[in-house]
């Protein structure tokens, strides 16, 4: 029989659509509302699943909803490491170049070498280069708003998606307005944007100032909560699809001990896999301890230095 693996995901977002728990509905939502043409800034905090649920809403604006909407592309850039133009430069042109999507990937390099040659020199040199003083700041400026430029060429029906967008209010020079005028006035109708931010007040500030190039210029939407109901349901799935059908009961232990946070319960739910023995199940303690044949870790968390620590899990 094939060695049964460790179902459960907890250190990266989840790109397998099987393992994406409870988002199909508000994905549709949202991806018809960038097909409406209304640019989306969507809210949750840490570990709460933004990334992974620009996944599953790039499945969905694949899909074609009819007269008006199309199938979409989606360009995803991560901006959780940048704080300055050269960086943003950097990231916009990783996620053009490594576009999984091969007609996209090509027209991309392409894009870029087309623009390589009317500036002079490698992006990549601007790329690996963020402290060189070989370009000015406007320089810098003017090279970002050109790749975006040639970003939003790359299809009819895009949608643009800034994972970890509040990165931008470290960043001088002006992002804003470079996005602004690049994907957002005209020559860019056929561009929707999805800005996704885990601090919430950073990015309404951000879109909400009317200092700031971007006011007011998109819908604010909160990721949901994954249902507890669904949790349960996709846990069990899962313990059982891997021989260790858990107890309902440990199952709701587990989830009261995380309160259904989407990555603790995964880390949890690992935690309690890779310590159940193959061919056992887990159940909880309690006054029926006594069925247990062995005690083990437990599936209680107690907070620990703001973080959530395994301390008991039991199984028969
Ligand atoms: N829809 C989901 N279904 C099941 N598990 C999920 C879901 N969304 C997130 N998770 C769990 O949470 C973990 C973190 O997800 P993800 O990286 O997408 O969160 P994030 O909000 O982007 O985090 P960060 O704030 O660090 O960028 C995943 O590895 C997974 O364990
Ligand atoms: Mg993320």
Redesign the pocket.
């Given at each position: 029989m094939a060695t049964a693996l460790n179902p459960f995901?907890?250190?990266?977002?989840?790109d397998d659509p099987s393992?994406?728990?409870?988002?199909e509905a508000f994905a549709n939502q949202v991806a018809l509302t960038l097909k409406g043409q209304t640019n989306v800034a969507l809210f949750?905090p840490?570990?709460?699943?933004?990334?992974?649920?620009t996944n599953q809403l790039t499945l969905e604006l694949a899909k074609d909803h009819g007269a008006g909407a199309p199938p979409f592309d989606v360009v995803k850039v991560n901006l959780q490491r940048v704080v300055s133009i050269p960086g943003f430069i950097g990231c916009v042109y990783d996620a053009m170049t490594s576009h999984p999507t091969k007609g996209l990937r090509r027209a991309a390099q392409r894009q870029l070498g087309a623009l390589e040659k009317e500036i002079g020199f490698d992006i990549k040199v601007i790329k690996g280069s963020v402290k060189s003083s070989a370009l000015s700041p406007a320089q810098d400026g003017e090279t970002l708003h050109s790749q975006l430029v040639a970003l939003r060429s790359l299809s009819e029906h895009l949608v643009v998606v800034f994972d970890?967008f509040q990165r931008l209010r470290h960043c001088p020079g002006d992002p804003l307005a470079i996005i602004r005028s690049a994907l957002m006035s005209s020559g860019s109708n056929h561009v929707s944007l999805l800005f996704t931010g885990?601090i919430r007040n950073a990015v309404k500030m951000m879109l909400e100032n009317s200092h700031e190039p971007i006011f007011g210029e998109a819908a604010e939407m909160q990721l949901p909560a994954?249902s507890r109901a669904d949790f349960l349901e996709y846990l069990d799935f899962q313990f059982q699809s891997t021989g260790k059908g858990a107890d309902e009961a440990a199952l709701n232990h587990l989830l009261n001990a995380t309160r259904a946070h989407?990555?603790s319960t995964?880390q949890l739910a690992w935690e309690c896999w890779a310590n159940t023995p193959a061919g056992r199940r887990p159940v909880t303690g309690g006054p029926e301890g006594g069925r247990c044949s062995r005690i083990a870790h437990g599936l209680i968390w107690a907070p620990r230095r703001g973080q959530l620590h395994f301390t008991l899990p039991l199984f028969a």
């Open positions: 995901i907890w250190d990266r977002p989840l393992k994406i728990i409870g988002m949750g840490r570990d709460t699943g933004k990334t992974t649920f970890e885990s994954i989407p990555r995964q």
